[in-house]
């Protein structure tokens, strides 16, 4: 009997810790049910296993096709303009030619091939680290135009405009030089943070160069 009476006493405690333990397991489930988006649009892209607009952080972006308009139409193609693969961009429309543009880079950095700026393409795009040469035109170029202006390597009343002249590429090389950096006559990223220091820290041309 008393050996009866323990055998019943531990199945008791075993299904006691199997509902506590199980309260437990549905209180997290409830829970972060409760942080998932069951929204239609998200079901239906779980259901067809589409996330080509699903951003690597799980935000929601916008896919540009071709016809479409839009301002961030603009930025992607002076990217794809500053990596070589399109001419300079005059409007801010998806049209034939940044089509072919997204397809040869998407085809260079191994991504699905589809001439749409999906989230993958987008995001490598913005990964990308641009270095400005001569002939490069882009607003990015002016702040650069500005220090190298302030600090003599460009004439006082200097045009900043973005357009990389070789006026601006013979000031960059004397700026890479007395500097202490690799001379390439372009704005690469070292020479990208150079400039981007604070004046103080930066050594001004020579009077012989001004």
Do not use: C
């Not at 603009?74 to 990596?83: A, D, E, G």
């Not at 001419?87 to 089509?99: C, G, I, Q, V």
């Not at 998407?106 to 400005?132: F, R, W």
């Not at 190298?148 to 357009?163: H, K, R, V």
């Amino acid at each position: 009997m008393p050996k009866f009476k323990w055998v019943v006493l531990y199945i008791v405690a075993a299904v006691a810790a199997i509902i506590l333990f199980s309260s437990f397991e549905a209180q997290f489930y409830f829970t972060y049910a409760a942080t998932i988006n069951l929204s239609d649009k998200m079901m239906m892209r779980a259901y067809t296993n589409d996330f080509s607009n699903i951003a690597s952080d799980g935000s929601e972006i916008t896919v540009y096709s071709e016809g479409d308009s839009d301002d961030m139409i603009t930025t992607f193609k002076v990217k794809l303009y500053l990596l070589d693969y399109m001419s300079y961009p005059t409007d801010n429309t998806f049209d034939a030619a940044t089509k072919t543009a997204v397809e040869n880079y998407q085809t260079a950095k191994g991504l699905t091939v589809n001439g749409m700026l999906d989230a993958p393409t987008q995001e490598a795009l913005n990964a990308e680290e641009i270095e400005y040469v001569q002939g490069h035109m882009t607003s990015a170029i002016i702040p650069y135009q500005e220090t190298l202006i302030e600090l003599g390597y460009l004439a006082e009343g200097s045009q900043a405009d973005g357009n990389f002249t070789q006026e601006l590429q013979t000031a960059i090389e004397s700026y890479q030089t007395n500097n202490s950096l690799t001379v390439t006559g372009t704005i690469n990223k070292q020479t990208q943070e150079a400039l981007s220091r604070p004046i103080s820290e930066q050594t001004p041309a020579t009077p012989a160069e001004q």
